[in-house]
Antibody
């Protein structure tokens, strides 16, 4: 079955960068787009962007343009999300979530990673 | 970054039905059938309840149903049960963002 295993919690200072990984198994990696979603403490879900793991093409929410980079490693079946110039308000749980569409985007999220807490603190 | 509009909270007694609304525009909910709904218990990962407006993944109770009219999508929970107490989020493809979530609704079972 589909498994998305994310990297562990991180603490960073304002202005630093963080890179979160999402290692996949149980399906053909290159056939499914991956989304990244975050949730600040006590807040709602926020979509950050999407990557086509096969070719590495991406689409980012405007809010994160210029600060976020999503990449994929087809040799290990892992996608990454790097967020730079971190601010206190970037403190959140970051999730990877697989799109079920076969080589296309269906825009719903049945499979989620367990989440990675990123804390921005001085 | 805008969000689809949901009521902040709703409540109901066990056995009752409640309907959560999710209001968008003619560039998101009104234009596409890519509406989905998620349930999230405290400290847990979101769970998909409904996709493509009114489709239930296997394993999701048929007490959950979805619909759409114009720019508003709805999630109905029938026969409310204590375990339905959670946060609920809608989402939609949009012509701009291109994907957004709703503001979230906290459901309390009285």
């Amino acid at each position: 079955h589909v498994q998305l295993e994310q990297s562990g919690a991180e603490v960073r200072k304002p202005g630093a960068s963080v890179k979160v990984s999402c290692k996949t198994s149980g399906y053909t990696f290159i056939n499914h787009y991956m989304h990244w979603v975050r949730q600040a403490p006590g807040q709602g879900l926020e979509w950050m962007g999407i990557i086509n793991p096969s070719v590495g093409s991406t689409s980012y929410a405007q809010k994160f343009q210029g600060r976020v980079t999503m990449t994929s490693d087809t040799s290990t079946g892992t996608v990454y999300m790097q967020l730079s110039s971190l601010r206190f308000e970037d403190t959140a749980v970051y999730y990877c979530a697989r799109d079920p569409g076969l080589r296309l985007v269906e825009w719903f999220l049945p499979d989620w990673g367990q989440g990675t807490l990123v804390t921005v603190s001085s | 970054q805008y969000a689809l509009t949901q009521p902040a909270s709703m409540s109901g007694s066990p056995g009752q039905s409640i309907t959560i609304s999710c209001t968008g525009t003619n560039t998101d909910i009104g234009a596409y059938n890519y509406v989905s709904w998620y349930q999230q218990h405290p400290g847990k990962v979101p769970k998909l309840l409904i996709y493509a407006v009114n489709n239930r993944p296997s394993g999701v109770s048929d007490r959950f149903s979805g619909s759409k009219a114009a720019n508003t999508a709805s999630l109905t929970i029938s026969g409310l049960q204590p375990e339905d107490e959670a946060d609920y989020y809608c989402s939609s493809y949009t012509s701009s963002t291109p994907f957004i979530f709703g503001s979230g609704t906290k459901v309390t079972v009285l």
